[in-house]
């Protein structure tokens, strides 16, 4: 009976994850707001700050001294991250509108929910990072099929570990302004000191330390190591291995905190 009863478990968890999944990604192309939101402000980002910053700004980064294309890494890590704050303020609203409930007393593993929310903002975080990837390839960009494989899987693990810090911040709250503040308070930070406007070496001693302590700056310079190959020092394995450790630590995180934190009733 142990084995047909593990069939069954590990059958309800994939079947669990593929629907939460599907929901999650129907959801944000139904939501046409979302896809601009996402999509939109990076690129304003990007046109803009490197516009303003660009002709004073210098790096020995990518090589080229181009701020367009130094900031190019940032600006999807910025993707991934609008992508996993509008994926997981979800959480508040099925909260409220009930489903969340459902799906906790439904006989699917709670692990299941964690790994669908986690998925959902991942795929539709790398889809959109690889379409403007795309886009921009006529920029100069590099593309190898060993670069495109090393872009894919950091922007996914980016945005496994990403969605999940979204999660962790929004699963035990109740209120979407209560999550507005809290992203204003740590995620925008986390991004603005992953060295994605400018470089750790040309900072102060203090901020160069917080830089290099930010779990995202190690990703990011994976990015550019991919997007330019031969123009950064950065070494891949333990840069990768931080990036892989991170992003398990936080799912792991994130499946705890689902089992024993009781969800709040609207």
Same mark, same amino acid.
């Given at each position: 009976m142990e084995p047909r009863? #593990?069939?069954?478990? #590990? *059958?309800? /968890?994939?079947l669990g994850v593929y629907t939460l999944w599907n929901r999650e990604v129907v959801r944000f192309l139904r939501q046409k707001n979302r896809v601009v939101g996402a999509l939109g402000t990076p690129l304003v980002f990007w046109?803009?700050? &490197?516009s303003g910053v660009g002709s004073s700004f210098r790096t020995g980064g990518? *090589? #080229? *001294?181009?701020? /367009? +294309?130094?900031? /190019?890494? &940032?600006? $999807?890590?910025?993707v991934v991250l609008f992508t996993a704050i509008f994926s997981?303020? +979800? $959480?508040?609203e099925d909260r409220r509108e009930g489903f969340l409930q459902a799906v906790l007393v439904a006989p699917v593993p709670r692990s299941a929910v964690v790994a669908a929310k986690l998925l959902g903002g991942m795929t539709l975080s790398v889809l959109q990072c690889l379409l403007i990837y795309l886009l921009a390839l006529p920029l100069g960009l590099?593309?190898?099929? &060993?670069?495109?494989?090393?872009?894919?899987?950091?922007?996914?693990?980016?945005g496994l570990a990403l969605t999940g810090i979204g999660y962790l911040l929004a699963w035990p709250l109740d209120s979407v302004q209560g999550y507005h503040a809290l992203m204003n308070l740590l995620l925008m930070p986390l991004w603005l000191l992953s060295g994605a406007l400018f470089p750790p070496n040309g900072s102060v001693g203090w901020m160069r330390a917080i830089i290099h302590a930010n779990p995202l700056y190690y990703g990011l310079e994976l990015l550019r190591a991919a997007l330019w190959p031969g123009r950064s020092s950065a070494p891949l394995w333990l840069f990768g291995a931080i990036t892989l450790?991170?992003?398990?630590?936080? &799912?792991?995180a994130a499946v705890v905190i689902t089992d024993r934190v009781r969800v709040k009733h609207p």
């Open positions: 009863t #593990s069939s069954i478990a #590990s *059958g309800s /968890f994939g046109f803009l700050i &490197g990518t *090589g #080229s *001294g181009d701020y /367009f +294309s130094y900031f /190019f890494p &940032g600006m $999807l890590l910025l997981t303020i +979800s $959480l508040i590099h593309f190898s099929l &060993g670069s495109f494989a090393l872009v894919v899987v950091t922007l996914c693990l980016l450790l991170f992003t398990a630590a936080v &799912g792991l």
